[in-house]
């Protein structure tokens, strides 16, 4: 569209100068070259100033762009900084009770800060299975199960939103007491993307938070 609209301007700039010139050709054959003449460099002062500028525009947008290309290219070519970290918690649940809570994509509404999750409508049960989760503030995210073994472990990543490659997992471990719930995360984060605190400290605090209120909910229930 804008090399269209490129052709069009350059072929109404050349014609206007060609009627231009066979106007003051035509005025000056008719025995009044000066008028010709002075017609020609009114016309011409502006169309001369105009082609300067245009020609100054093209260079600036050209170099902008060819910045821009530079800019992206360098960004893709910079890998990806990978964290990794880990939250173990143990409870006095064993493995299937803890899984019944925290496997349907409901529990989030009890677990987390979401005030809304549900499965995603169409998607399987088990792995392909896909939760979204509203959270108060109107933020939506939605998690894939990726593989899972019922009432021990779950691997998950984040579908959106997508800044963040992040692969958090779920296992669960039996104990002479109950069992144990080891929250696990793997984040990608594109260069240049900045969080607001340190990303593992960021992730530990919610993961910290979400198992004390697993802890809270099994206490509630069993008393």
Request: with cysteine; charged share 15%; glycine share 6%.
């Amino acid at each position: 569209m804008i090399t269209l609209v490129k052709v069009l301007h350059n072929t109404l700039f050349v014609g206007g100068f060609i009627a231009v010139c066979v106007l003051t050709a035509v005025i000056s054959a008719f025995g009044k070259p000066e008028l010709g003449l002075s017609i020609l460099i009114v016309a011409s002062t502006p169309a001369l100033m105009l082609a300067v500028a245009t020609g100054i525009l093209n260079t600036r947008h050209k170099r902008a762009v060819k910045a821009a290309q530079k800019a992206q290219a360098a960004s893709a070519s910079t890998p990806a900084t990978t964290y990794s970290a880990q939250t173990i918690e143990s409870f006095d649940h064993d493995p299937e009770t803890v899984w019944a809570l925290i496997r349907p994509a409901e529990s989030a509404v009890l677990l987390s800060d979401a005030q809304r999750a549900f499965t995603v409508p169409g998607t399987p049960t088990g792995v392909g299975e896909q939760q979204c989760a509203i959270g108060r503030d109107g933020t939506v995210s939605i998690i894939e199960v990726i593989g899972e073994e019922s009432s021990r472990w779950a691997a998950t990543r984040l579908v959106t939103p997508d800044n963040t490659n992040s692969r958090p997992t779920y296992t669960l471990e039996p104990t002479p007491t109950g069992c144990t719930l080891t929250m696990g995360i793997v984040m990608e984060l594109p260069a240049g993307f900045k969080f607001a605190q340190e990303p593992v400290q960021w992730w530990e605090a919610r993961a910290r938070t979400y198992l004390k209120r697993v802890r809270e909910f099994l206490s509630a229930r069993q008393g």
